[in-house]
């Protein structure tokens, strides 16, 4: 079945770049997401790439894909404290007529230092 | 806020009570999705209901029982549920063979004890 892995934890310090990478297995998914989980809330999509794209910025958001060896990077730039959060990539694949499942990854707690 | 919405936010309950969690989404969307986030685990999908049709069950055990009486409402009744169901349910809404994204609720953070 699909599996997607991230690490579990990263530190960054303010005003640096965050990078949270994330692997999965799928080779059919089409789209590929980031999302965001602050304390006591929901997901919220930051962004997403299609699966023919190898990049896309979006402020200081950069979403790098390799299809070839299903590795999705995000990077943040001037990583701030508010960025201090919990993010999840998640795949999914078209598939006609049906609703589309999100497989997510574990998440990776991003603590942002002063 | 996302434009779905879950009650109640917090629940404790013993292993012996039944009680539902509900969701509703006002976003016109045709899908609803119940995910369980246990702590250092994956997000789990649970169910899907696509145009109030279940489509998906993950081999969830039946004392969870969902029930979507129509396109904006979801509801999941609980019963004798044991410790390890404590988690944080998690309800989300998209719009099939979208290329947008699903929305979250912010969670009813369920103990069981």
């Known amino acids: 079945g699909e599996d997607v892995e991230q690490s579990l934890f990263l530190s960054v310090r303010e005003g640096d770049s965050s990078v949270i990478n994330c692997t999965y297995t799928?080779?059919?998914?089409?789209?590929l997401y980031w999302y965001k989980q602050e304390p006591g809330a929901g997901l919220q999509l930051l962004t997403y790439?299609?699966?023919?794209?190898d990049m896309k910025q979006d402020q200081r958001l950069t979403v790098l894909l390799n299809k070839k060896d299903k590795h999705l990077s995000l990077r943040i730039a001037d990583t701030q404290t508010g960025d201090s959060a919990i993010y999840f990539c998640?795949?999914?694949?078209?598939?006609?007529?049906?609703?589309?499942?999100?497989?997510f990854g574990s998440g990776t707690q991003l603590t942002v230092l002063p | 806020e996302t434009g779905v919405t879950q009650t109640p936010r917090h629940l404790v309950m013993g292993m012996t009570n039944k009680k539902s969690l509900k969701c509703e989404q006002h976003?016109?969307?045709?899908?609803m999705y119940w995910y369980k986030q246990s702590a250092k685990k994956p997000l789990e999908l649970m169910f899907v209901?696509?145009?109030?049709?279940?489509?998906e069950n993950n081999s969830v055990p039946s004392r969870f029982s969902p029930e979507c009486p129509n396109s904006s409402h979801l509801f999941l009744h609980l019963h004798t549920l044991q410790p390890e169901d404590s988690a944080l349910y998690l309800c989300?809404?998209?719009?099939?063979?979208?290329?947008?994204?699903?929305?979250f609720g912010q969670g009813t953070r369920l103990t069981v004890v």
């Open positions: 209901y696509n145009f109030k049709e279940q489509t």
């Open positions: 989300a809404s998209s719009q099939v063979r979208s290329i947008n994204e699903a929305f």
């Open positions: 799928d080779s059919s998914s089409t789209y």
């Open positions: 998640a795949e999914s694949s078209i598939s006609s007529g049906s609703a589309r499942q999100l497989t």
């Open positions: 976003l016109g969307h045709n899908a």
């Open positions: 790439i299609f699966s023919n794209m």
